[in-house]
């Protein structure tokens, strides 16, 4: 199966039962810093542009669109996901989302029903590393940004599996490790197995470098250097997709 089709079929029951339930608290405090990085660069989008439009690609249950709206950014937002669940389970617990300046779209991350040159910032965080095919995201993500606007995503990432392990150690704790191990070894449960790829920096490095329409901004290594924090810069001018 697919890491699209997992998604397309799941409802992420780990996370809607608790976040700390499966992570740590520096993990989540990590990833929340990666997201008001990304926000604040939104906003500064925002106050730049006549009626801006944000992209959140890989809505989830809405971690990025909330903190946008707590920011105050003025701005046309649409959140796209695979899985139509994640609108309908956000909307029970977190209506405030649901303005009239917000329009969630069901569809792939791969293949969105946007025009070219849709959004002035795009944001795709927690969500590159289940693409089937991280490069086709971002030459998708890319199409979909207006000239000169900022794309936004991060990926994990991995630095061998002995260093791995030892950063995972330190931010997990053990009890976390032991299960996460045992399901990507017997690929039980929501297993990261099933819905999670990483990547070298090298990797990351080439993805960016052979999507020619974009220069980096920005990049910063978070959970100890688990997760590569990325800003990229469209070009003025298009070039076919």
């Known amino acids: 199966m697919s890491i699209e089709k997992y998604f397309q079929s799941g409802a992420m029951n ?3 039962e608790g976040e700390n339930s499966r992570y740590s608290s520096f993990h989540w405090n990590e990833i929340n810093t990666q ?5 604040n660069v939104v906003l500064e989008v925002c106050q730049k542009t006549n009626n801006p439009a944000i992209g959140i690609v890989g809505f989830g249950f809405g ?6 709206i707590k920011k105050g950014v003025k701005a046309k937002i649409i959140g ?8 309908s389970e956000t909307k029970k617990i977190k209506t405030d989302l649901f303005q009239d300046n917000f329009f ?3 569809a792939s991350m791969n293949n969105t029903p946007f025009a070219n040159d849709t959004f002035d910032a ?4 927690e969500t590159m590393m289940h693409s089937d095919n991280p490069a086709t995201t971002l030459r998708e993500l890319t199409r979909i940004t207006k000239p000169s606007g900022i794309i936004i995503f991060n990926m994990s990432t991995t630095q061998g599996i002995i260093r791995d392990l030892g ?20 690929l039980t449960g929501d297993s990261s197995s099933k819905r999670t790829r990483l990547y070298s920096r090298e990797q990351i490095e080439d993805i960016i470098l052979k999507n020619s329409n974009t220069e980096v901004v920005e990049t910063r290594n978070y959970l100890k250097g688990l997760s590569t924090y ?6 003025d001018k298009n070039k076919d997709f």
Do not use: Q
């Open 230 to 235: 990325i800003v990229l810069k469209k070009s």
């Open 80 to 87: 796209l996901d695979i899985n139509y669940s994640r609108f």
């Open 167 to 186: 950063h995972m150690l330190s931010v997990e704790g053990l009890p976390r490790i032991i299960v996460r191990l045992k399901e990507r070894v017997l």
């Open 14 to 16: 780990w996370f809607k």
């Open 104 to 106: 969630p779209v069901t």
């Open 63 to 68: 971690r990025e669109t909330e903190l946008l």
């Open 35 to 39: 997201t008001l990085e990304a926000a």
């Open 122 to 125: 795009t944001l795709c965080l």
